[in-house]
């Protein structure tokens, strides 16, 4: 039976953000009792929750989110297990499970300190080794389950968007993929005008 896991977290009023970003408002402005129907109104950065960024981000790249390859989201996927690892370096296993095309996840377990202080100021971050290996593998994107692979001045993050390799932030529910032999992920982003654009990203168990 097919089976899919939600990795995404839940976008809602006030939500966590980013340091320095603006608040999210999430808020319902008609009322079916009063106006006959419902509707809500959203003010979000796109980096807030589970969030795809793409090259435009912080590159000169003038190509937005909505005009890349429709395939670039949408992709066999590979988990890794990098829990416990304050620098998440390349490794000869890490080569080994990594396959050409893929959407590689790396499950940190950051996840579970998500919206606190704690979760942007000291999360893990991506070695350039590592970074260096992802492009060896011409993957198609890279997904963690912490607010960023890297810090300021970002160099993993501009390393990979030269190599047009998108990264998918803010995710949850890696542990579910722990042990599942086959799993595809599926990650679209909003067709919008932006360098970024938050993402319900799922993965089906094959």
Request: charged share 25%; glycine share 4%.
């Amino acid at each position: 039976m097919e089976k899919l896991i939600d990795l995404s977290w839940t976008i809602e009023d006030n939500m966590p953000v980013y340091p320095g970003d603006s608040i999210t408002s999430l808020k319902q402005v008609k009322n079916l009792q009063e106006d006959f129907y419902d509707n809500h109104r959203l003010d979000i950065s796109m980096h807030s929750g589970t969030h795809i960024d793409s090259p435009m981000h912080l590159t000169e790249s003038k190509e937005y989110i909505y005009e890349m390859p429709l395939e670039s989201f949408i992709g066999i996927g590979c988990i890794i297990d990098v829990r416990n690892q304050l620098i998440i370096k390349e490794k000869l296993e890490y080569k080994e499970l990594i396959e050409e095309n893929s959407i590689v996840l790396l499950y940190t377990g950051w996840d579970q300190e998500y919206g606190k202080d704690f979760y942007y100021e000291n999360h893990p971050v991506i070695d350039i080794s590592f970074a260096k290996l992802l492009i060896e593998k011409n993957i198609k994107m890279l997904g963690i389950d912490m607010p960023s692979p890297d810090r300021y001045p970002f160099e993993t993050h501009k390393l990979l968007f030269k190599n047009k390799i998108c990264i998918m932030e803010n995710l949850r529910n890696l542990d579910k993929l722990l042990g599942v032999p086959s799993f595809e992920v599926i990650a679209f982003p909003l067709k919008i005008r932006a360098d970024s654009s938050m993402t319900r990203a799922v993965a089906r168990v094959l």
